[in-house]
C-alpha cells in the first residue's frame, strides 16, 4: 500500500490536509441531510406556477364572458 503520509521534510503546520481529508470524508454524510430540504422550495415554485396559471385562466375567462 502506498503511504499517504507527507514526507519528513514537508511538514504541514496548520493542519489543513488533516482539516481537508476529515471535510472529504464528512461531505456525503452532508448532502444526504441536505437533499430533503431541497425539495421544499421545489414543491413551492411548482404551486406558485399552478396558481398563476389558474388566475391567468380566470382572468380570461372574465374577459371573454
Known amino acids: 500500500m502506498a503511504n499517504n503520509q507527507a514526507p519528513q521534510g ?3 503546520p ?9 471535510f ?4 456525503p454524510q452532508g448532502r444526504q441531510a441536505a437533499a430533503p ?3 421544499g ?3 413551492g ?3 406558485g406556477v399552478v396558481v ?3 388566475v391567468v385562466a ?3 375567462w372574465l374577459a371573454l364572458a
Open 58 to 60: 380566470a382572468v380570461a
Open 52 to 54: 398563476a396559471v389558474a
Open 10 to 12: 514537508n511538514h504541514d
Open 37 to 39: 430540504s431541497s425539495s
Open 45 to 47: 415554485l411548482i404551486l
Open 41 to 43: 422550495p421545489r414543491i
Open 14 to 22: 496548520a493542519g489543513s490536509t488533516q482539516m481537508f481529508r476529515a
Open 24 to 27: 472529504v470524508e464528512e461531505a
